[in-house]
């Protein structure tokens, strides 16, 4: 009797099932353990191993990234996460960064998307400190002409970076930190340059979020992420009005309704909420303002 063959596609078929088992049980014991935040519930047993994932991919680890990049390209979750969750889309892109850590943008569209878009600070954060590990240790060894063709814009990694501190955690040492290394990298953009030493100055935290703000919106071709960043550059313009026109109040000997009418404070601000002098004697308004800096 002829013993039948076994095909090509059973092959692989059992391949892949030994693969994914050979995972999940990886996974159980080794990738959770350094996990530094709770993976949703439908993604966690199937974070890959990279090395597993390039074994699947039967040496087709470009066409790989691809499909993640694609993942990412095709998410249409754009709500906020809940607290302690990390969104789904971070572990595509944590993957695509292993097995092609010199992919640029996925370092820089998708800090954006996880920090502007979903609210996953923590995700953002430690996405893009990923991609500045490898532009200070690993990118000095790639040819000079990998690096003008396809990280001519390094700069913008340490700058999202310092964004995502100074905006989404509060962390104004971080960001100083951050945005000092603008100053190393040949082609930053000039008035980035000496943002670190601005903090100290007296409203000089203000500046630098404006201008970063500008900076960001001016390089975001996603729509989406765009138009959040304006919805917060108009939040963070209003709480810089509120924080000159305290400046001079402090420094006024009058009262406030002298203030008001000498200074022409006018009545609303610029999304119509009514301006005011609170308890603390601190001129606000009714407009509820997005969190920025740490504080709203």
Known sequence: MQKKSVSTKTVSVLIFGLCAWMNVNINVNLNHKKMAFTPPADVAPFIWQPDLYKI??????????DAL????????????????????????LDLATDLDPAFFSLYTAGANFLAVIRNDKQAAFKLISKGETF??????????????????DQWRIPFIKGYVYLFELGNITGAAEAYGELDKIVGAPPILR??????????GIYEIGQNVLKNMISN????????????KQKSFSLSFDLFKLNEQFKAYKGTWAQFKKEKKVPETDVFGGKVFLDANGKINTTTERMEVLGIR
């Open 220 to 231: 975001e071709e996603d729509v989406n992420v765009r138009s959040e960043l304006q919805l």
């Open 69 to 92: 990049l694609l993942k990412f390209l095709v998410e249409d979750n754009i709500q906020h996460v809940e607290k302690g969750v990390t969104a789904r889309v971070y572990y595509f």
């Open 135 to 152: 532009r200070k240790n690993e990118l000095p060894k790639y040819p000079e002409s990998f690096r003008d063709a396809y990280w001519g």
């Open 194 to 203: 000496g943002m670190a030493q601005h903090f100290a100055r007296s409203g």
């Open 56 to 65: 699947l991919s039967f040496g087709n680890v470009p066409s790989a990234v």
